[in-house]
Each structure stands twice: as structure tokens, then as C-alpha cells.
């Protein structure tokens, strides 16, 4: 059935409820008292009081497979609600740590019988509630018309998405069926399965893990797909699926044997899925030092994992794989392998890497477009850079030297971030002055998000450069890396990305818009590159017990590529329009 037609029948459906004076109804719905001779308000209010009376009878609450959008594109996700007369206590499969939170509720007329999450609950409106780039949430919902009661079962529709959903009554604590449910979705990580449905083969497989959606097939024909919530003891459906003649919707997932099963549904074969594992894994990053890392991995015995690199040891025991790393003999090299994780079908990749701070010093080839002031115009351009250190224990500094036009090197002043092994980059720091007969010029850094808003010359945002090592040693790391500020006292990631290094000409210190004269060069996809033949700048003995903890270690978000971290701040003020007239100085 259609959906709008599924919502013109619900509404045929409540008239009915509402106008007669008894309505027989199917599966967890109670017979309603005779209320014929009473007006619409009376009957309306009837049937609100039946359905509150109705959810705060349930001593342990109701279970709620709740769906956003009107294509359940985001698949289903699982919520607890116990009712008192005023209150919703809920519970959230995303936040399981952070048990209840409690907010107010209404039972009211609104073209229909509604239950109402009016009060913002910080639960419960995650998927209504507006954000950067979603102006309508995820299309959640938070007001529910009541279709059918029944002791242990109520079903609703959502009033935007008009989704189809249940509450279902807990028979146990719902801390503990939302313990059941998160263990068993951690534990369900497969691509697919083959299954018998009513004695025939077919394919189940999952399309979209993370939005939890999967699609059936008779060989290579497409025979049904759905969303799926899991539940305490498997998966159901969001609306029941008929495939050859079996009824579809409930699931019972045994971790023991890693099979689905149900009435007429048996499952044959399951496919682990190898990219979620190698993302559980994670990148294995460790210092020159041996090293063993231990990693629980759901269903690990249907797995092969295997490593070619002779100093990347593995070993299984039950869920538990335990990679072993051998020392690096070679302080200033760096190194890097592939475990391969494989499902008989499919095969995933995780990096693994070696190297400490040594690797990272010594001389880099920067390919970057920057300007070229004889031809007036941007251009691809390599130089020489080297990023090394002066000082030592905890006076070293750390920079990043380029080649300058100007007969003297760009100096970048960087700090070490020795968790991360990575350097950070300053905005608004003195990088070259040049002295000429009639002016004295101040070069100063910043970054830029796009060809007009930057930091100008604020010295409270920091760009991260990270490294990337290739199996052979050879190590890149662009210097247009992920933007942070200081807020508060605190590094916090701003969600956004340096596009653009901006080289400003100032005549006066501290830099100021007033002392500012123009930009000198603007740098754009720069990075730099080292092969595993390049030699370092410094020794190799440079970490030895004194200076083993001397790196800067400043404590950092973790980064993820496409997290988007909203602050409370006002970015047009961090991030002015600058003065876009460029200085031409001479070489």
C-alpha cells in the first residue's frame, strides 16, 4: 500500500473508532466501549484517557522501532519509554551510557488522537531537530497519531513522516533490553547471508550497514528490500516482506553460530563484513619500539587475517587478535604493512605503521600552486623544504624551511604533537623578514578556508599537519590539514579545513590590519614528500632518556574526516574578509 493511501485509511480508521459503538480489532488491540451516544469531544477524550491509562499501566515502559524520514532512509533505531501521568523517561540506543532523560508529554486532539513529545527531549528530538545543512533534521519525528490500542501493543504514525510505527510493552527492565540491543548490534557485523526461505536459496544482503538496510535476491533478481531496528533477541523489519509465500519481519540472531532465523527462514552461510572489521581495527600506529596491540573482533574464527611484513606477528584467540610488532632498527626510517582481513569473498585492508619523530625530520620535496611574480599568475611549482629542530630536551624547536625567491628560507615555527605524531602550525608567526633599502617586511602566515576568509592576523588558530607512510617508508603530509582554535583555554577542531596558505607582508610587529600590507604568496595544494632513501636532518640517537618526553604534547580532539564539531562562536569575526592587494617585493 501506498503511503499516502496507508494514511487516508488510518484516518478512515480512527472516524470509525471514534463514531461506532464497538470495533473488533486485530492483533494487540482491546475491544472499545460503546460511546455512540456521546459527542466527538467526549469519545475524543475517551480514547486519549484509554491510551495514557494504557502506557503508564506498563510498569517497565514500551519499546519504540522508531524510523525517521518517509523512506526510512536512515533504517530504525530502538528507544525505551516508561509514562507516568506527566512524564516520558526515555532511553537511547545511540547514547546507552547515558540512561534516562525525562521530559514532559500531552495526549491531545490535533485532526486526530495524538501522543505529543512537545518538550524537547534530547533523546527523542535527535532526528527532528535542525542542524547545519539538514534545515529539517533528519526528518524525525516527535508527534505520533494513535491508530489502534491494545495491552501490549500501540501502534502509531508519525505526523511528518508518517512512518508506520510500535510501541510494544517491556516485559523486563529497559536498561537491560537496551543492553541486549547494543550488544547484539555490535555484535551483528556481516555484508550478508545465504538463507533458505520456505525450503529456497536466496541472498540477503546488507546494502547500507550504517542506515541499516538490506535487500533480498533469487540469484541476481532484487525480490524485496527494507529497513531493519534491531531489537533484544535479532532484527524486524520495518514492514513485513512476503517472499515465497513466507511472512517476513522478525528476526532471532544466534551470535553462537552467527545465523538469522525465523518461522520458514534459516540461515545457510553469514559473510562477516571485512570493512567494518578493518574499521574496528583501526590504523595500527606505533613507536620504533616492540609493540603489541590486542583488538576484540566479533566473529574473528570466520576470519582470515594475515600480514606479509616479517616484523608483523598475528595470532587469534577467540574474539581477541593480537598483533605483535618488532623494533624498528632503523630510528630515522619509517615503515608500513597491510593486514589483510578476509571472508573467503571479500577482503579489507588495515595500515600499519612504525615510526617515531626522527622519521618525520630531514628534507621534503613541496609541490604545491603558488605565485609566480614573473609571470603574475599562479602556477604548479616544487621546492625544497626540510623539517627539522634546533636546541634540545625541552628546549628544541621544531620548523619547517622552504626555499624562499628571497635568498633566505620561509622558517615555519611548528610544535610536536607526540600522541599523535603530527606538528602543528601557528597562524600569524614572523616566517622571513626582508630588509631592503627603502622597507623593512615582516612575513607572516595564515589560513584561509576559501580564497577570501582567513585568519588574518590572528595567532589563535592552528593548522595539523599529519603524516601518511607507505608501505615502502616513503612519507607525505599536505600542509593544508584540518583547522583548529582556541577556545575557552582549549584546542578545539573547527569542523573545517585550511584550503589555503596565505603568506602576508606586514611593515611594523606585532602584526596587526593597521601594519598590513598585502599578501606575498598564496599556497594551495601543498604537499610534501620523502622517500625512504631521504636522509635526515639530524642524527638518528635523538630520542635518548632525557629527551624521550620532551615533544610538545598538546592534548587534541580526535579528528575525523568528515566530523562536522559545531562551537558556539562567531566565525565572522574569527574569520574575516582581508585585504586582497598583493605586495611585490624585490627579490
Known amino acids: 500500500m501506498k503511503k499516502g493511501s496507508f494514511m487516508k485509511a488510518s484516518k478512515i480508521f480512527i472516524a470509525l473508532l471514534l463514531a461506532l459503538p464497538a470495533i473488533g480489532l486485530q492483533s494487540c488491540l482491546k475491544d472499545q466501549e460503546d460511546v455512540f451516544d456521546k459527542s466527538y469531544s467526549e469519545r475524543m477524550a475517551e480514547f486519549l484517557q484509554q491510551a495514557q491509562d494504557t502506557l503508564v499501566k506498563a510498569p517497565y515502559g514500551w519499546a519504540l522501532d522508531y524510523y525517521p524520514e518517509s523512506n526510512q ?3 530504525g533505531v530502538a528507544y525505551t519509554i516508561r509514562f507516568t501521568r506527566d512524564n516520558a523517561i526515555v532511553r537511547y540506543e545511540n547514547n546507552p551510557d547515558d540512561g534516562e532523560v525525562k521530559s514532559l508529554y500531552s495526549m491531545k486532539d490535533d485532526s486526530g488522537p495524538v501522543l505529543s513529545f512537545d518538550t524537547y527531549n534530547t533523546f527523542l528530538h535527535v532526528y527532528a531537530t535542525p542542524k547545519d545543512g539538514e534545515y529539517r533534521g533528519k526528518e524525525g519525528d516527535f508527534e505520533f497519531i494513535i491508530d489502534s490500542i491494545g495491552s501490549d501493543c500501540v501502534k502509531l504514525h508519525g505526523k511528518k513522516s508518517e512512518n508506520t510505527m510500535y510501541l510494544r510493552k517491556l516485559t523486563a527492565d529497559a536498561a537491560e533490553y537496551m543492553e541486549k540491543v547494543t550488544d547484539l548490534s555490535a555484535d551483528f557485523i556481516f555484508s550478508g547471508m545465504e538463507v533458505t526461505i520456505g525450503g529456497k536459496p536466496y541472498r540477503l544482503v546488507i546494502t547500507d550497514p550504517d542506515n541499516r538496510q538490506l535487500a533480498l535476491y533469487d540469484g541476481n533478481t532484487l525480490v524485496g528490500t527494507s529497513a531493519y531496528a534491531f531489537t533484544d533477541h535479532g532484527i524486524r523489519l520495518y514492514l513485513p516482506v512476503t517472499v515465497n509465500g513466507v511472512r517476513l519481519y522478525d528476526f532471532t540472531y544466534d551470535s553462537a553460530t552467527a545465523k538469522l532465523s525465523a518461522g520458514g527462514v534459516e540461515t545457510t552461510k553469514s559473510f562477516v563484513d571485512v570493512n567494518a572489521i578493518a574499521k574496528l581495527i583501526g590504523s595500527v600506529s606505533v613507536s620504533n619500539g616492540a609493540k603489541t596491540v590486542t583488538k576484540t573482533v566479533p566473529h574473528l574464527d570466520k576470519l582470515e587475517v594475515t600480514c606479509e611484513a616479517s616484523w608483523v606477528h598475528l595470532s587469534k584467540s577467540g574474539n581477541t587478535l593480537t598483533i605483535t610488532v618488532d623494533a624498528n632498527p632503523m630510528a630515522t626510517k619509517a615503515r608500513g604493512s597491510k593486514i589483510k582481513v578476509s571472508n573467503g569473498t571479500d577482503e579489507a585492508q588495515v595500515q600499519v605503521l612504525q615510526y617515531d619523530l626522527p622519521a618525520l625530520l630531514g628534507s621534503y620535496k613541496l609541490t604545491m600552486t603558488a605565485y609566480d611574480p614573473d609571470a603574475e599568475a599562479f602556477r604548479q611549482t616544487t621546492r625544497t623544504a626540510s623539517i627539522s629542530y634546533t636546541g634540545s630536551g625541552k628546549n628544541r624547536k621544531y620548523s619547517l624551511n622552504v626555499k624562499s625567491g628571497y635568498g633566505a628560507d620561509y622558517a615555519f615555527p611548528l610544535t610536536y604533537v607526540a600522541s599523535a605524531n603530527a606538528f602543528l602550525m601557528q597562524s600569524g608567526q614572523k616566517v622571513l623578514t626582508l630588509r631592503g ?11 584561509n578556508i576559501n580564497k577570501s576568509q582567513g585568519t588574518g592576523t590572528g595567532t589563535n588558530a592552528y593548522n595539523l599537519i599529519s603524516f601518511d607512510i607507505s608501505d615502502n617508508g616513503d612519507i607525505r603530509a599536505s600542509l593544508c590539514g584540518p583547522l583548529f582554535v582556541i577556545n575557552g ?5 573547527t569542523g573545517m579545513t585550511t584550503q589555503i596558505i596565505v603568506l602576508y607582508a606586514f611593515t611594523g610587529e606585532p602584526f596587526s590590519e593597521s601594519n598590513l600590507a598585502g599578501w606575498v604568496d598564496k599556497w594551495q595544494n601543498a604537499v610534501l614528500e620523502k622517500t625512504s ?11 635518548d632518556d632525557d ?4 615533544g610538545h604534547d598538546t592534548a ?3 579528528y575525523k574526516a568528515n566530523r562536522v564539531a559545531r562551537f558556539d562562536m562567531d566565525w565572522r569575526s ?3 574578509a582581508w585585504n586582497t592587494s598583493q605586495v611585490k617585493l624585490n627579490k
Open 73 to 75: 532512509s536512515y533504517g
Open 437 to 447: 633599502q627603502s622597507a623593512t617586511y615582516y612575513i607572516g602566515n595564515a589560513f
Open 489 to 493: 583555554g582549549q584546542l578545539q577542531y
Open 533 to 543: 632513501t631521504s636522509s635526515p636532518a639530524k642524527p638518528a640517537p635523538l630520542f
Open 547 to 550: 629527551a624521550a618526553g620532551s
Open 556 to 558: 587534541l580532539p580526535q
Open 574 to 576: 574569527i574569520l574575516p
